[in-house]
């Protein structure tokens, strides 16, 4: 029996993973390269390459909406056809008939975490790449001007409240790949300004983790804003984390990176003390690893909803009521990670509030049709 329904369930799943790719690949990406093809001058040979990129990212979304249609028309199939009346006249239960979705379920939930981690975001950094470079032409994929850097520490106050305040304030105007030029670092450690250095380069020094500043000068500020003291010198080294080398790295959005990378970059927010932006990437962190658990929902409630007795569901009508499943699953994410950005909710519980009310209600749905 889980056999054959497996084998029911394949063919379904299969034709979601091509039409969900397909009609999300003409909406978010074709008609974009077709654009830049037509209006930018975009080499067609490039806009193939990014289309093939692209796919990785759209079939993994592709996944659990195919979970959904594959569950729901094969289970509705099998009950209109009265197989699912004759297993029940053997003795099994409504709770058995499910047993062979939940395990291609949790198959297709590791085959998303697999795409998701391994594939996805290298191609998908690999896409914008090549298309920044095919548009922007022979640019520095690094950040070459304006890097600032501010650096927080922890303070508890005498009352027991606890702030991050700003220790130290980096500034490089260009960046040539090894060096940063024209620095300014504005001191505050002491709880004031307390010293300007100003140099003319400045290197990351590998061997003792610190900063090399070349051909400049520090200058001492009294408590009341004064200079009191100038220092010239040819060659200076100062404590400061690698957090502004790391900076000058190109953005990536989260869908460029796994989640080792998101931690990564997440840590040099926090550094930083940029806790809006690192806020925000916690809820994507935690989303990357919830995302791959929509397929058990969208499978337990596609189940759930096909073995009613006695309804046929035709691909169209599976089709749609999957969509309309679909939106109401992905605008309750899209509002619990809203919560979450804003730090109303934690990420976590942002990130698995829709997978746990979606378990809630399939499993809702397969106990009144049990019954």
């Known amino acids: 029996m889980d056999r054959y329904i497996l084998g029911q369930l394949l063919g379904p799943f299969l034709f979601g993973v091509g039409i969900f790719t397909a009609v999300a690949l ?14 930018s001058g ?17 079939i993994v979304l592709a996944f659990p909406m195919s979970m959904l249609l594959a569950t729901l028309m094969a289970y509705s199939r099998l009950s209109s056809d009265s197989e699912l009346t004759a297993l029940r006249s053997c003795g099994i239960s409504t709770y058995r008939f499910v047993v062979p979705a939940i395990i291609l379920s949790v198959m297709v939930t590791g085959l998303t975490f697999a ?12 896409a914008n790449t090549a298309l920044k470079m095919a548009l922007e032409g022979d640019r520095p994929q690094f950040k070459d001007k304006n890097i600032l850097y501010e650096q927080y520490e922890r303070v508890r ?13 980096f500034y490089a105007e260009r960046y040539d790949g090894e060096q940063m030029q024209q620095l300014t670092i504005l001191d505050f450690s002491r709880g004031e300004l307390s010293q300007i250095l100003t140099a003319n380069s400045a290197l990351w020094n590998i061997s003792e983790n610190t900063w090399d500043f070349f051909d400049g000068s520090i200058y001492l500020v009294s408590p009341n804003g004064s200079y009191r ?8 080294q100062l404590n400061i984390p690698k957090t502004p080398l790391d900076l000058t790295k190109r953005k990536r959005d989260s869908t460029e990176m796994n989640i080792a990378q998101a931690k990564e970059h997440l840590e040099l927010l926090e550094q930083g003390g940029n806790r809006k932006k690192a806020q925000k990437l916690e809820v994507r962190i935690a989303q990357k690893y919830a995302f ?13 909803l096909g073995v009613v007795p006695n309804q046929r569901t035709s691909k169209a009508t599976g089709f749609g009521l999957s969509v309309l499943i679909i939106f109401a699953y992905y605008l309750t994410e899209f509002i619990c990670g809203a919560f979450g950005i804003r730090g109303t909710l934690p990420p976590m519980i942002a990130a698995f509030l829709p997978i746990t009310l979606g378990l809630f209600i399939g499993t809702g749905l ?6």
Request: net charge positive; glycine share 6%; charged share 20%.
């Open 229 to 236: 003291n100038i220092v010239t010198f040819k060659e200076h």
């Open 366 to 371: 397969l106990v009144k049709t049990a019954r």
């Open 42 to 58: 975009l080499p067609l040979g490039i806009a193939l390459e990014v289309f093939v990129l692209k796919m990785p990212s759209f």
């Open 115 to 126: 795409f998701q981690e391994a594939i996805v975001p290298a191609a998908t950094s690999q």
């Open 292 to 304: 791959p658990f929509v397929c058990i929902v969208f499978g337990l409630i596609g189940a759930s």
């Open 157 to 169: 106050y005498p009352d027991g409240n606890k702030e991050n305040v700003l220790k130290r304030l």
């Open 26 to 39: 003409s909406i978010g990406v074709v008609f974009d390269l077709v654009r830049k093809v037509t209006e």
